[in-house]
């Protein structure tokens, strides 16, 4: 069992920067690949960024490419977003999610894929 608890969320100016950390406590032993996911009001939950346990493989939602960089810290247990030029259509609240894997190239980019979810951290972008 890991647990997962977000942070760094807010509220910004569109253009504006913010970034997220996802810190994990638990059973930490274990190799897991992470990734981000954010779900506006009325909408369903969907994919932002994955990066694999070994950190060398990231991939992005076409809708951040460019803008958002996932990465991590294994020694501390910790994985970031790193968001830059926000719009108001990233208001949404952000969600961390953890993978148990034994491949430390691969990511997962589906809700289905992860076993452990935070509790979500909002954020909003004004225009």
């Known amino acids: 069992q890991v647990q997962l608890v977000e942070s760094g969320g807010g509220l910004v100016q569109a253009g504006g920067s913010l970034r997220l950390s996802c810190a994990a406590s638990?059973?930490?032993?274990?190799?897991?690949?992470m990734g981000w996911f954010r779900q506006a009001p009325g909408k369903e939950r969907e994919f932002v960024a994955a990066?694999?346990?070994?950190?060398?493989?990231?991939v992005y939602a076409n809708s951040v490419k460019g803008r958002f960089t996932i990465s991590r810290d294994n020694a501390k247990n910790t994985v970031y977003l790193q968001m830059n030029s926000l719009k108001p259509e990233d208001t949404a609240v952000y969600y961390c999610a953890a993978e148990p894997t034994i491949y430390g190239s691969r990511y997962y980019v589906a809700t289905n894929e992860y076993d452990y979810w935070g509790q979500g951290t909002q954020v909003t972008v004004s225009s």
């Open positions: 638990g059973r930490t032993s274990n190799n897991y690949a």
């Open positions: 990066i694999s346990w070994s950190g060398t493989n990231t």
